[in-house]
Structures are given as C-alpha cells and as structure tokens.
C-alpha cells in the first residue's frame, strides 16, 4: 500500500496569462487531497473517489479523470495489464473548479504511486508525473497547477514556450496572509476555456496583445508588493488582473457580483481565480475581524466559501 497527498492551490496572478509565458503566481493552501493506492491481483484499476465536492463537479470530470488517471500512471510505469491498482481518493480539498483539485489529485496519485512501489523519486519527478496527468483535464496546462501542488509555499512561475524547465520560484513571506476563496457553484472545463481564448487571441491578435501589455508586470509588481507586505498594492493588483480577466471573457455575470460582494465587505482585493466561466474567486482579506466580514458577506450571499493563508 501506499499513500500520497497534493495541496489545493488558488493563482494570485496571471490565470491564463501563464500559458502564453507570462509570469503568473500561486499558492497553496491548507486543504490537500490524500490518495491511498494499493496493489492487487487482476488488471486494470478501481477508483473509490470520496473526495468532498460541489455537486456536480465529479461526473462532470469523470472522463478527463479517467484519461488523468492513465497518464500518471503509464508515466510511472505501471502495467495494467500485469496487476490492479485500488485507488482511494480522499482528504479536505473540495473538489471545485479553481482550486487546483485536479492537480492536487494528480500529485496525491503519483506520490502514493511511488510510494506503494518504492520508485524513491523526488518532488521534481512527481511534478513531471503529476504534469502528464493534468494533460489529462486540460489538454497542454502551463504546469502552474501541479507545481503549486507538488511544492507548496507561494510560487512565481513562468512557463518555458521553447520546452526547457519552466521558472520556479518559492517566495517567503513575513507571515502569512489571510484571504478568502468562494465558489460559485459552477464546474468549468478548462480545455475548453483556455482553447476559447486561445481562438479569441488567433482571431483577434492586436486585441490580445493590448490585454497582455496591460498584464506584463502585473505579477512582477504583486510579487515585490508580497514580499514587501504592501497588502493594499496586492488587493490592487488582484483587481486590476480582475479586470484584465473581464477583458479576456473568462469573468461572467456571477463571479463579478461575488466580487462585488467581496469588496463592498471590505476586501483589499477580490478576482476570479484559475480557469474562470464558473468556478472560485479569491479575495484578499488580511486579518481575522475582516477575514471573518468577507466570508459572512459571501455566506450570506449564498456562496460556498472557505477561510484560507497564504505563504504558511
Ligand atoms: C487553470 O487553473 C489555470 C489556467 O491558466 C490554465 C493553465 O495554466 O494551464 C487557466
């Protein structure tokens, strides 16, 4: 038997941006999924997925899942044709679009592979697998997701174009900073997304290029402001990328009342976060009294929403 576990994730910027070699940053957060993987007689494998989710998020997945699960796994050598895997998917992640559930899946997956087998590879090789696996839901991710989920901490990311090793980069934090992450019900396909923007881009590339300009130091500017704890610059960097995901379709009706919610309560920053069409925004929110505000005004509102730190 073996066991494995990936951190959820939530992109503080450049969702989107990333693909096309932009810088963009993450961080994971408390809630991780925990995978138990153990060896059989017989061939193929058995999924027990009792992982907590919005409704709907599962089934919705479940064929990408399944070509995912294929992925991590030939990567990592397992014959199926030889032996049959049980494998349990559990832990606190909610399953929701935007909060890296699929990738968190697919670290869990890969260390509990390695773990049942005793392949002894490192963080590095468990991201590459997990990386393999996320090709599984969104035909060629940036890797943003898994690397979140494999090393955790707060990381800047700037992915290779030319298929050398993408920028990684840990960033310490003074302390760690309260925000908020609310979802709005809704599952978004993500190869489906980034392809529509891709199109949009390919249609219309002077109006892209105008968006990117506007985007390019974002997440340059949000990292120095982190590490600087200029939280007030963060919040406003958060919207301004929120406005630049407006710009590049990704935002809708529901995810900008949810921000709008969000800041009337008093958040430094609020925007949609990974994918978007449906899914989470996440919301700046240091310190517990305005935390707890943010959160209630959300709740009351309806949403699904959850209290998370950054740079732990
Ligand atoms: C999804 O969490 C983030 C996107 O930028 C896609 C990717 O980076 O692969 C939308």
Known sequence: MGTGSGFGKTILFGEHFVVYGLPAMASAI????EAIVEIEEGKGYELIDNRPEVPGY???????????INNVLTFMGVDLEKE???????????CASGVGASAASCVALARAVNDAYKLGWNDTQINEAAYEGEKGYHGTPSGIDNTASTFGGLVYFVKNLHGGPNTMETIKLSKPVDMVIASSGMTANTSVVVADVREKKEENPKWFEKIVKEYKSVAKDGR??????????VGKLMNKNHELLQKITVSNEKLDKMVKIARDAGALGAK?????????????????ELQDKVYNALKTAGYAAWKTKIGV
């Open 30 to 33: 408390g809630d991780s999924t």
């Open 272 to 288: 949609v976060t990974g994918t978007g069409r449906g899914g989470n925004i996440n919301v700046l929110t240091p310190g517990a």
């Open 58 to 68: 599962k089934k919705k997945k479940f064929d990408e899942q399944k070509i995912s």
């Open 224 to 233: 120095h402001a982190l590490e600087l704890m200029n939280l007030e610059q």
């Open 84 to 94: 049959k895997l049980k494998i349990t998917l559990g832990g606190k992640l909610t």
